[in-house]
C-alpha cells in the first residue's frame, strides 16, 4: 500500500460521459468549420447578410449579434473574480477559475466572430497591424477587447492557477510538464503567497476600468454612428455594459450548474452561498436591464415621425415585434423568479436556471435588435424597409462558436482542476492500491 | 487647388435612370449595386399626388463619417474631395457602409464574375472567342489601373470578393479630363460635375446662380453634392418603381 | 485559372509533386485567395501598357426609334461602352437607359447565332436545327418564289416599329412585288390618317418648344416614353428647356406618373373620352371668343357652305384640265355666295340662302355641333369638372394670344404660343376622330403651324392621302386580305389585326385571297400586338413562314419554319435624319464591331435573298430600288445593275452623292457620325411661312368625305358598328366597352416604359433589373374597397362587350395613388418566353386585349382599353 497522490476533479481522466460531450462538440464545430468554409470560398454571400439601403438587407447580421453577445458575456467573469479578490468575498473563490475561464473563451469565440464577418479575414489581421487606425471604433474592439482583455483575462487565469499548478506539478501524471510550466517556479512560500496576494489585489483593482472602459467600445460602435437612428446616442455603452452583466452572470450560473453536476464528488466545492452571490447579483443587473428597456420602450412609444417612428414600427409592431415581445417577456419573467426567489430568501438552483437562460437569451434577442433593425428599418433616406433573416449557414457557424467555446472549456478541465484548490490539500490525498 | 462637386437639378431629372446605367457599363459594377441610384417617390393622395425623382451618388461627404470609422484607411478622402475605396487595403469590415447616412456603400458579397448578371451565360464559347473570356465582356481595362498621387487601386476595378465599392465620381475619367459617367450622359443635362474652386467651371457657375440644398444636412456630413430645386426627401413620400435589387 | 474549392489555384498532380515547397508557397497561395492583391503586390497597368489598342468609332442607337448618335469605345475591338455623340443634335451627347444597356444584347449569347430550320410541327414551342446560311437561303428562296409565281401580293412582308430609313427592305419588297404591312394602328397610323385628312402632312402633333408657353400633354408619357417622331430623349430635352422659360404643362392622362414631376396641372381623365374633352374645350373657346377668324376663313374649310344634306356647296373653277371643283362661302362684303379664296369677308356664322338652297357655313354647323358639348356634359363623361374644363380653355385661349405674330430667323410668323403633344391618342374606341378633335382646338386659336403654336411634321409635307381623301371611295367585294377600300374600313389605317381576321375567315369578310408566306421582319406580333389568339389561329394558316431577327422572337417560335439571325447594332443602316425639329442633320448606324455570331445585317441577307430569287440584279432589281431610294440612279455613285456591291460600298455612293467627300469614312469618325445640314428654316416648319402657306391645302375642319363614305357603306349593306363614326365632326358616343356588365369596373391600359423599348429589350437583365416586370397599377383606395394589398396575385378578367368573351391573366399588384380609381394600367414589354430571362416576368396586356368588332373602328383603328375586374388569388 502506498500513498499517492492523483489529479482531482477528474482531471486527466476520461470519462464516457465526457467523451460524448467532447465528440458531440467537436461534431458541432466541425460542421460550423465547414459551413465557414464554404462561406470563406463562395463569399458572405451564403449568409443572410446584403447591403442596407437599395438591397433592403443589413450588412452587420448574426456574426456581428454574437461578437456583440460573446464579448457582453465575457464582461462579467472577469469583473466578479475581481470583486471577489478586492472584497476578499470568500463564497465566489470556487468559482473563480470558472468565471475566468467564461470570460477567455467567450472573448476567443467573440473575436473570432469578428474575423468570421470580415470580407477578407487574414487581410484583416494583416492590414490592422500595417494600417490601424486608432480613430476607428473597430480598434477598440482590438486592441482594447482582443489585446487587452484577452491578455489581462489570460494573465490572471495564469496567475490565479499557479499555487494549484505548483501543487499539481508535484503528482506524478502526464500532465506534469504543463503544471509545472504553469507552476514556474512557484514555491508556495510565505513570501510567495504574500506577493501573489498583493498582485491579485492591485491587478483586481485596475481591471475593472480597464475591462468597462474596453467594453464599452463596443457599446461605442453603434453609438457613434450619426448614420443609423436607433444606435446613434449616448445610451449605447451603459446599455452594452448592462445587458453584458446580466447575459454574462446567467452564462456563468448555467455553468456552475452544469460543472457542479459533472464534478459530483467534489459538487460540495460549489456551495449553496455560490448560488446566492450570482442570484443576487444578477437580479441587480436583470432589474437595471429591465429599467434601460423599458425606458427604451417608453421613448419608442413616444417617438417622434420620421426615422426613429419606422424604427420603433418595426420593433413594437413590425417584423421585428415577435423578437422583441418575447424578449421583454423573457426577461421580465427571468426578474420575476429572481425576485420571489430573493423574496423568500430561497433559492432553489432549478429556478435560478430557468431564470438565467431565460435572461441570456433575452440578451441575444436585445443585442440582434441592437444590430439589425437599425439597418433594415434605419435608413435617413426614405428606402423601403428592408429584411434580414440569418441563412443555416451562419447558424452552424455560430453553433460552431458556442462548440468551440463549450470544447474548450471541456478540455481545460481534463487539464487542469477547474475550482481552485486552495486549502484542500490534504483531502485531495487518497489512498490508490498499488 | 482642385475642388470637385457634383450638382443635382432637380427641375430638369427625369427619374429616366440613364444615369445608373451609364455608371453600371463605366464601372462595370455587379447586379444590385447601384453606386448612382434615383429615387422615384410618390407623395399625397389622389387626386393630389405628386412624382419626384432623386438621383443619388455618394455624396463625398467633406466630412465624411466613413472616412473615420475606416480601421485600416482603406477608406479615404483625396485633396481633390473624391472620396475614395482602396480595393487593395480594404478588410471588409463594412463598418464604412454603416456609418454613412445616405446608404451608397456595396459591399462585393461574391466573386464578381458571378455576380455580373448571372442569367447570361458570359463564358458562352463564340462570346469568349471575342472578348478573351472577359466578365462582363464590356470589362473597362481603366478600372485595373492604379490612380492619383496616392497611385492607389481606387477605381471601379477594386470589384473582388469582400471588398467594401462605391461610387468613384468615376476617378479614372476624372484624371483623363472627362466628366463623371453619369454627368456625361444625363439626357437633361441635371447633372453637372467640375472645380469648385474655378469659378469658371458650370459647376461653379451653377453654384452661383443657383439656390442649393444638400442631402441630410442635419447630419453634419458635409457633401459634396448641392441639390438644385425640388425639396429634401421625407418620410411622408413612398417609393415606386424599385428596381430588383438582390446580392 | 480553373479554381477549386477555397478558391485556390488548382494545384496540378505534377505541380504538387515539383512543388515540395507547398509550405513556403503557402503564403503565395493565401494572398492570392484571401488578399486578392495585397498592397503593392499587383501592379497594374494602363490601358496602353497592357498592349490593349483603344480606339472609337461612331454609330447610331440600334434600339430606339430615334437612332441617337453613339460613339463607341473599343479595346481591341471589343466594343465596352456606348457614349452620347455630342455632334448628334437630337442627343448631343446623352444617352437613356436603354442606350447604354444595348451593350448586354449585343454580347447576350442567347442570341439567335446561326440559321435555324424548324424541326417539329408548328403552333407549339419550335425544335430547331443548326443550318448553314447557303440552305436557309435556299429554303426561303424557294419557297417565296413559288407563291410569288403565283401572286407575289400573297407574299407578306411584315414589320414592326420601323427604324431608320427603310430604303432597303422597301427595295426588298417592292423587287419580289410583296405586299407589305407594318403596326399600323398597333401603333398610331389611326393618327397619321386624321392629320393627313385634316392637316395635311403625315404627320401626329406636337407643340414648338422653342416657344410655345402653354402646352397640353395629352396622353403624352413625357418620362417614360416619346410620343411622335421620337424615341424618348428630344422630346423631354426640348420640353425642360420650355419649361425654363416659363412654359406651362396641363396633363391629360389617366396616370399622374407618365409627366412626373412636370405637370403644372394634371387631369385625370377617363380613358377613351378624349374626343369629348376635346369637343368641350372647341366649344369654349368659341363660347369666350378665343378665334382666330383669318386663319379659320383662310386656310379651313370653315366658311364653306353646306347644304342640308351635308355636302358643301360647290362650283367648278377653270375650264378643261384646269377645271377643278371649289366650295363656295358667303361674302359679308358683296352679300353673295363666291368661290372660296375670292371673297372679301367670308361669314363663319349664320344661315344663308344660295340658288333656293338653305345653307350654312361649315362653322355655323361646327358651332351647333360642339354645343352640346357643354363642360358639364363633359364633365359627366371624362370624369373631370367642369372648373377643370373652363379652366383650360380658358388659359389656353388666353395663351394663344390671337393675332400676334413673331420673327423667328428675320422671317414673320403668326406667333401662337400653345401646343398640344398628343400621339397614342389614337389607340382608343373613337381613335381617328379623337385626333381629329384635338387638333381642332389648336386650329380654333389659329396656332397650326404657327410659332409656338402646333406642329405637326417636322416640315410641312403634304401627303398623298390628302387629295386621296377628297373623295373616299367604298368599293364592292371581293376585297384584299387588309379590307382596303372596303365597306367596313374605308379610310384604312393598316392593322395586322385585321389581316389575322380575314386570313381566319376570308367568306366573312368577302375576302378571297390570303397570304402564303409571311417575312417577319423586326416584328412579333405574339408578344407586341393585341389579341394573341387571333394570330394564333391566323399564323398556323401561313405555309411558309421565315423571321429575320436577332433574336427567337415568340412568333417565330410557335410558327418560323427557318430563323435568320440579323445582326444587332453591328450593321450598316441607315441614312437617318438627325434633326431634332430645328437642325437638319442626317446620321447612320456604323457596325462597331463584325457581327456577333454568325449573324449578318438585313442588307446582306436581302441581297442574298433576292439575288437567289433572281430579282437582284438589272432594271426593277432590288440594286435598282436601292438606286432610286437613295436618290443615286442618273448619278456618278450610281450602283452597278450587275453586280453585288459590299454593303459599306453602298453607303459610301450615297455619302458621296450627298456632297460628302469622305463618304461613309465621315459617319464612322468618331468627330462627327452626324452630317449637320444646319438650322431648320421658318419656311420648313411653320405651315403659315413655307412657300405657298401649308402647301396649299385646305384644312379640312368639315369632314365632308367622310360623311360621303358614311351613305356609301350604309349603302353597301355595312353594319351600324363600321360607319357610326364616318361623321363630319368627331361624335362622341358611349364606348364599346361601356357596355360590358358593371361587374367588369376598370378600364385597363397599357403603358411604356423607360427603361424598355417594345418587346425588344426585356430581356436586356440591366434593363430587366430596373423595370423587372409587368406588375397591376391600381389606386389603394380601389384596392381597399376590393381588400386587396401590395403585391398580392391578381387575376385581371377582359370582357368583350360585343362578343361576350372573357380572356383572363394573372399578375401581381402595385399601389399608386397616381392612377384614377376607376382605371388600372400595365407596363407593356412583357409577356415573352423564348428568353430564360423572361421567367417570371409577367404576362402582357395583349393576352387579353381585343381586337375586331367594337375594339378595331372606324379607320381600323385600335383601341388599348378594355373593361376588367380584377379578383385575389390565380396561378402567377
Ligand atoms: N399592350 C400594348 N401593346 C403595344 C403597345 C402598347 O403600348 N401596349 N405599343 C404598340 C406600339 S406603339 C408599337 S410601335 C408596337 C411595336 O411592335 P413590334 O414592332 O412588333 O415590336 P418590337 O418589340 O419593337 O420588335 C419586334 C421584334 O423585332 C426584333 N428586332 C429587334 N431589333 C431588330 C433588328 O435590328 N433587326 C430585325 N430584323 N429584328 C429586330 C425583336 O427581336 C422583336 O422580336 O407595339 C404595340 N404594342
Ligand atoms: N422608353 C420607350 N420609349 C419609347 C417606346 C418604348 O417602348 N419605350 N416606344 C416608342 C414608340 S413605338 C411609341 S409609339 C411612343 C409612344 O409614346 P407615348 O404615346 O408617349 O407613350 P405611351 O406609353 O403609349 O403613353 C400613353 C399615355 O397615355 C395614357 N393614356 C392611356 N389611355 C388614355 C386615354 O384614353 N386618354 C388619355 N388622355 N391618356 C391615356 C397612358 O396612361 C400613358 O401615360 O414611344 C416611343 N418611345
Ligand atoms: S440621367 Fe439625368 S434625367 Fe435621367 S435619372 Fe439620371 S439625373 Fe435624372
Ligand atoms: S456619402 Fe457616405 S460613403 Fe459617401 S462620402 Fe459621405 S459618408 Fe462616405
Ligand atoms: S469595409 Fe473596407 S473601406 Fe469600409 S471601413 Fe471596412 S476596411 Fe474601410
Ligand atoms: S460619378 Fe461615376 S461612379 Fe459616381 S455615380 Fe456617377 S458614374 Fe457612377
Ligand atoms: S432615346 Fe431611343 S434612340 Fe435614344 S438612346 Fe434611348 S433608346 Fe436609343
Ligand atoms: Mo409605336
Redesign the pocket.
Known sequence: MKVEKSLPQGVGKFTPGWIVFIAVAMVVLIIGVLAYLYEANMGLIVTGMANIGTQGGATWGLYVVMVEYFIGVSLAGIVLVAFAHVFDIKALRAISRLALLLTTCSLMVGLLAVLIDLGTPIRGIINMILYVRPQSPFFGTFTLVAVGVLLSSLMYLYLDGRRDAAYLADIDSGLRWYHRLWAAGYGDTQAEQERHRRTMFWLSILIVPFVIVALSTEGLVFGIQVGRPGWFGALQAPDFIILAAASGLANLIVLTAIVRRVLKDDSTLIGPAVFKWLGGLLLAATAAAVYLQIVELVTMLYATPGNERLLADALLRGPYAWIFWSGLFLVVFGLTLLVTQAARRQWSLGVLIIASVAISTSVVAERYLTVIPSQTHGMMLPYEPGSYFPTWVEFAVVAGMFALGALLIGLFMKVFPIIPLDGKRAEQEVLVDA | MTRYAMAVDLDLCQGCRGCMVACKVENNTVEGNFWMYVFRFEAGTYPDTKITFLPRPCQHCDNAPCVKVCPVGARFKREDGLVLTDADRCIGCRYCELACPYGVNYFNWQKPEKAQYAIVDWRDESIESVTGGLIPPYKNPDLDELWGDEQRRTAGGGHAKGVMEKCTFCVHRVEKGLEPACVDSCPTNALVFGDLDDPDTPMSRYLRENRTWQLLEEAGTRPRVYYVGGTPPTRHQTEIERPKATV | MPETFLGMPEITRRGFVKGSAVAAGTAVVASTFLFKTLDGVAVAESVAAQGAVEDFIATTC??G?QDCGMIARRIDGRVVKFEGNPTNPRNVGTLCPKGHAQIQAVYDPNRVKWPLIRTNEKGVTGEWRRASWDEALDLVAEKVNEVRARNPKLVLWQ?????AKDFYDDAFVKSIGATKIG?GA???DAGYRALEYTLGPHAVLHPDFRYCDYMLSWGWNITG?GGNKFCWLTWPRHMVKARERGMKITHLDPRLRSAGPFADTWLPIRPGTDLAMAMALCRELIAHGYLDRPYLTTYTNAPMLVKSDGMILKTTVGEGEEAEEIGLVWDEASGAAVPFGDAESPALEGEFEVEGEKVKPGFQLFIEHVDAYTPEFAAEITGLTADQIRRVADEFGSHAKIGATIVVDGVEVPYRPVGIMAY?MT?QDLGFQTARAITMVPMLVGAVGAAGGQMVDFTWKIHKNYAKFEKIKVEDPPYDFQLKNSKYFPINTGHPGIVAQTMIDPDRWGVEEIPEVAI??????L????SRPEYLKSYMKFKFVV?????L????DYFADVVLP????E?Y?GPTSATDQYIDAVTMRIPPMEPMFESRG?IDIYMDLTERMGVLYGEGGYLSIVNKELKLTGTEFELPLDQKPEVRHIFDQWAKGQGIEEGVAYFEDPNHGVYIKGPMKPAEIYGYVTEVPFGGVIHRLYGESLLDAQRQMIEKGAEKIYWQDYTAFPTWRPQTMDSSPSEYEFVLL???QIEH?????SFIPMLAELAPGAPLDMNPASAARLGLREGDTVTVESHNAITGETRRLTTSLTLIESIRPDTVA?P??FGMWTHPQNEGQGP???EI?FTGEGYTSSTADQT?HVKVKVTKGGDA
Open positions: 440600334w434600339i426609334k414589320k414592326g416599329r420601323s427604324k403596326h398597333f401603333c398610331s416614353a397614342h389607340q417577319l421582319h423586326m416584328v412579333n406580333p408578344a407586341s400586338f393585341p423571321d429575320i431577327n436577332p433574336w422572337s415568340e412568333t417565330a440579323a445582326a444587332t447594332i450593321k443602316e438585313e397599357s403603358y411604356h423599348k417594345q418587346t425588344r429589350t400595365m407593356h414589354h402582357s396586356a395583349n386585349y388599348f
